[in-house]
């Protein structure tokens, strides 16, 4: 069953340093997304991204973050200034044009800002 | 504004039995979808069961079912005949007619005790 796939699992950063997260999504899906899960609370959504740029964003996706489709097959999170509070899982996802079916999450990135 | 509620932090089961988790969702969209998602202690997001919303069936998947009453706005998780490996964190989660994001709740951790 196709996966999407994320790098690295576990990263540790100091705080103040920047950090890129890797995704690759399932080939065929258009749409994709980052969301995060501060350690015991709930998935929070993050981002959307379709047709090279983003479609929506939350209140927390703010100047610090950025996303990237840098070739054809990775997409990328890019945290800029990592705060202590940062530390959370970030989950990927993508899906197909049908927009009430759900997603395919990836196995997630642990970020612990140190 | 979408909103999704799972009022149990905390459940436990006897193995091979079945258990209902609780989730009642808020949205004025008439077009919209419910997922759950499993998370297992390694934290992945595992998608276990879809309904949409002219769905008219309960939607079952394997040991899963959701009991989906639209009136009430509620579309609980059923699983049954319960086994060790189901011990996980359970979230609801609703996706609106624009598609660009999933609204989870704060989950629901099962343990089944054998």
């Known amino acids: 069953e196709p996966e999407v796939t994320q790098t690295p699992s576990h990263q540790v950063t100091q705080m103040g340093q920047e950090v890129i997260l890797r995704c690759v999504p399932i080939?065929?899906?258009?749409?994709f997304y980052w969301y995060r899960q501060i350690l015991g609370q709930k998935v929070e959504f993050l981002v959307s991204f379709y047709n090279n740029e983003i479609s929506e964003k939350s209140e927390i996706f703010d100047d610090q973050f950025s996303v990237e489709r840098p070739d054809g097959s990775n997409f990328t999170l890019k945290i800029r200034s990592t705060k202590l509070e940062d530390s959370a899982m970030y989950f990927c996802a993508s899906s197909e044009l049908g927009r009430l079916y759900g997603y395919t999450f990836g196995s997630g990135t642990r970020l612990t800002v140190v | 504004a979408q909103k999704i509620t799972q009022t149990q932090p905390g459940m436990f089961v006897q193995e091979k039995e079945a258990v209902t988790l609780d989730c009642t969702y808020d949205t004025s969209d008439q077009s919209y979808g419910l997922f759950w998602y499993k998370q297992p202690s390694s934290g992945e997001m595992i998608f276990l069961i879809y309904q949409g919303s002219y769905d008219e069936q309960n939607a079952t998947e394997g040991r899963y079912s959701l009991n989906f009453q639209k009136a009430r706005k509620s579309a609980n998780l059923v699983i049954s005949a319960s086994q060790l490996g189901d011990s996980a964190m359970y979230f609801c989660?609703?996706?609106?007619?624009?598609?660009?994001?999933?609204?989870f709740g704060t989950g629901t951790s099962l343990t089944v005790i054998p």
């Open positions: 989660a609703m996706r609106d007619v624009t598609g660009n994001q999933f609204y």
């Open positions: 080939s065929n899906h258009l749409y």
